[in-house]
């Protein structure tokens, strides 16, 4: 009985998703790329994972260091900046517009990422 529980929970929440998307008149593929894009992103070895995402306006992302040197997070227009994160601290921004943000770290700035929100 717990499997067919689980299998209606699980069609009736895929169909709701492509409903969506052709009531806002998004491709299929992409909504569900927005509705499984990662929401946080790692910082270690210099460098930002992923480099690049896609979301959907509304989404939080956070930003997690595990790297063992301090990293920050920072809009080149002002819109977000963290502090200096320390291994294992963790800075959160809700993009709320549609648009292209581009990011850096201050203190190392070849360290470069870009959130896409549509």
Same mark, same amino acid.
Not at 6 to 15: I, R, S, Y
Not at 29 to 41: G, L
């Given at each position: 009985?717990?499997?067919?529980?689980?299998?209606?929970?699980?069609?009736?929440?895929?169909?709701?998703?492509?409903?969506?998307?052709?009531?806002?008149?998004?491709?299929?593929?992409?909504?569900?790329?927005?509705?499984?894009?990662?929401?946080?992103? =790692?910082? !270690?070895? #210099? +460098? %930002? $994972?992923?480099?690049?995402?896609?979301?959907?306006?509304?989404?939080?992302?956070?930003?997690?260091?595990?790297?063992?040197?301090?990293?920050?997070?920072?809009?080149?227009?002002?819109?977000?900046?963290?502090?200096?994160?320390? =291994?294992? !601290?963790? #800075? +959160? %921004? $809700?993009?709320?517009?549609?648009?292209?943000?581009?990011?850096?770290?201050?203190?190392?700035?070849?360290?470069?990422?870009?959130?896409?929100?549509?």
């Amino acid at each position: 009985m717990k499997s067919y529980i689980g299998t209606a929970v699980f069609c009736v929440g895929m169909f709701a998703a492509v409903a969506s998307a052709m009531i806002h008149g998004e491709p299929i593929a992409r909504a569900a790329e927005q509705k499984n894009a990662p929401t946080s992103i =790692t910082i !270690d070895n #210099f +460098s %930002f $994972t992923p480099k690049e995402i896609t979301v959907a306006a509304g989404t939080t992302i956070t930003w997690v260091n595990r790297d063992d040197v301090p990293h920050t997070v920072v809009s080149p227009d002002k819109k977000f900046r963290s502090k200096a994160l320390d =291994t294992d !601290d963790k #800075f +959160s %921004f $809700t993009f709320t517009d549609a648009g292209t943000y581009n990011y850096f770290c201050s203190v190392h700035p070849m360290m470069t990422g870009k959130i896409i929100v549509k």
